[in-house]
Each structure stands twice: as structure tokens, then as C-alpha cells.
């Protein structure tokens, strides 16, 4: 069964970092693109940040510079590292795979604010 299990999250001030994690299970986690998304309240879900099996990555101009994604294929494990965080990047962040993208965990919450 696909699985995807974010963690990390918290309440942050203006200006600082997170590190979210997320192990993925019942996929071949090391030939899949992977993408962290996130959705904010009212609004629609939006891709952040992509890696592909090479490693490959996209950001959305939005995090450019800001947040870093990487991936442990030994581990299936996915990671965003987020610096310089906005209160508008407040949202629900979750991984999953960048094409195709089914079976939504929970995903993690990030909350900007001072």
C-alpha cells in the first residue's frame, strides 16, 4: 500500500527554519519523482519544491533560494529543508509523488508567525 508520512512541522517565527521529513513506503521509492506540495487555508494545493530519481530539482519561484529539497533513497526518505520562512508559507506541507500523485498522507503543519 502507498504510503507517505510527513513530519517536522511546527510553529515558527518570522525569519527561521524547519526540517521536514517524510518516509514513503510501497512505492520503488528510489526511480520515483518525488515533490513536497502544500496548501494553504482557502487556497489550492501547489507544488514547492521536486526531485527526480537522478536528483534533478525544481523550486517554485516562491522558495527559490529559501527551502532545499534532497531524498535518501536507502531510507525512502524525503526532506525539505526551510530557511528564511514567511508567514505566507502557513500551510499544510505533504509529499508525494510529482506525477501521478495519489493516496495523501496528512501531511505536516507550518505555521509562520511571531
Known amino acids: 500500500q502507498v504510503q507517505f508520512v510527513e513530519s517536522g512541522g511546527g510553529l515558527v517565527q518570522p525569519g527561521g527554519s524547519l526540517r521536514l521529513s517524510c518516509a514513503a513506503s510501497?512505492?520503488?521509492?528510489?526511480?520515483?519523482?518525488m515533490g513536497w506540495y502544500r496548501q494553504a487555508p482557502g487556497k489550492q494545493r501547489e507544488l514547492v519544491a521536486s526531485?527526480?530519481?537522478?536528483?534533478?530539482?525544481n523550486y517554485a519561484d516562491f522558495v527559490k533560494g529559501r527551502f532545499a529539497i534532497s531524498r535518501d533513497n536507502a531510507k525512502n526518505m524525503l526532506y525539505l529543508q526551510m530557511n528564511s520562512l514567511k508567514p505566507e508559507d502557513t500551510a499544510v506541507y505533504y509529499c508525494?509523488?510529482?506525477?501521478?500523485?495519489?493516496?495523501w498522507g496528512q501531511g505536516t503543519q507550518v505555521t509562520v508567525s511571531s
Open positions: 526531485i527526480t530519481s537522478g536528483s534533478r530539482i
Open positions: 510501497g512505492i520503488i521509492f528510489s526511480i520515483a519523482g
Open positions: 508525494n509523488r510529482r506525477l501521478g500523485a495519489t493516496n
